[in-house]
């Protein structure tokens, strides 16, 4: 059974949960995202959780000054609605008081409400329900369209010079190809908030492709279009 298999339902799921906002980092179903912790606040959260449902929510802060905002102990700044659930499935200590999680995405859910928490960290209610398809693995991947994506993935990789595992690009379901490429893209915080908003995965698959042709026309302005 996968770390997340026990989530078949949004009844399955808690209705409050801590959320970590972070800028330029999202986290999709099934998909990983590495974390090192370190400040306190957030250390607390990390702690909390491991004693409890080991379930946290990855929102982004919404707009420059929010992201600003929210690097200043204590401050609120507003989050963007959409966020994405994960369970903690490692952890370590560090020797300097930092913790290495991973997170395993769940489902993304609606923030409905922030509660008045006396936890150094932020808490809200969410809502599930716009995003249960998340809960079923592959939901969507059998209208992806991989072979543009594979294309244009060389033809950027090829660009800058960069080396990827194809064997494991090819072994890899079109779900975890196309979250785990949005999830490690490049792409500023607005652009990862489309990814992590596409109502299908071939949205989101649609969406990479589009943003991968224009940072390579960009550094390719002669180029006026790639088919």
């Known amino acids: 059974m ?15 949960i801590p959320v970590f906002p972070l800028a330029g980092a999202i986290l999709l179903p099934r998909g990983q995202l590495p974390l090192n912790i370190f400040e ?3 250390l607390k959260m990390i702690d909390d959780a491991i ?9 982004q802060p919404d707009g420059d000054e929010a992201i600003l905002a929210s690097q200043i102990d204590g401050r609120k700044p507003p989050l963007c609605a959409t966020g ?4 903690i499935t490692s952890f370590a200590e560090t020797g300097d008081g930092r913790i290495v999680i991973t997170l395993t995405g769940i489902c993304r859910f609606t923030l409905a409400g922030e509660l ?13 329900e716009a995003f249960a398809d998340d809960l079923t693995p592959g939901h969507g991947q059998d209208e992806v369209s991989r072979e543009r994506l594979l294309e244009i993935l060389k033809e950027y990789l090829d660009t800058h010079g960069l080396q990827a595992d194809w064997r494991a690009i090819k072994l890899s379901s079109n779900e975890t190809l196309v979250n785990s490429l ?4 490049p792409y ?4 990862k908030q489309a990814l992590l908003e596409a109502k299908t995965l071939e949205d989101r698959n649609q969406m990479l492709i589009a943003l991968t042709e224009q940072a390579l026309r960009e550094l390719s302005p002669g180029d006026a279009t790639m088919q």
């Open 51 to 59: 004693r409890g449902e080991r379930i946290i929510g990855m929102v």
């Open 116 to 128: 008045p928490a006396m936890t150094p960290y932020r808490q809200f209610e969410v809502d599930w």
């Open 40 to 42: 306190p606040r957030y």
């Open 84 to 87: 994405c659930a994960g369970r």
């Open 188 to 191: 500023g915080p607005r652009e």
């Open 182 to 185: 949005s999830t490690i893209s």
């Open 2 to 16: 996968g770390y997340t298999d026990r989530y078949r339902t949004t009844a399955d799921l808690p209705g409050t």
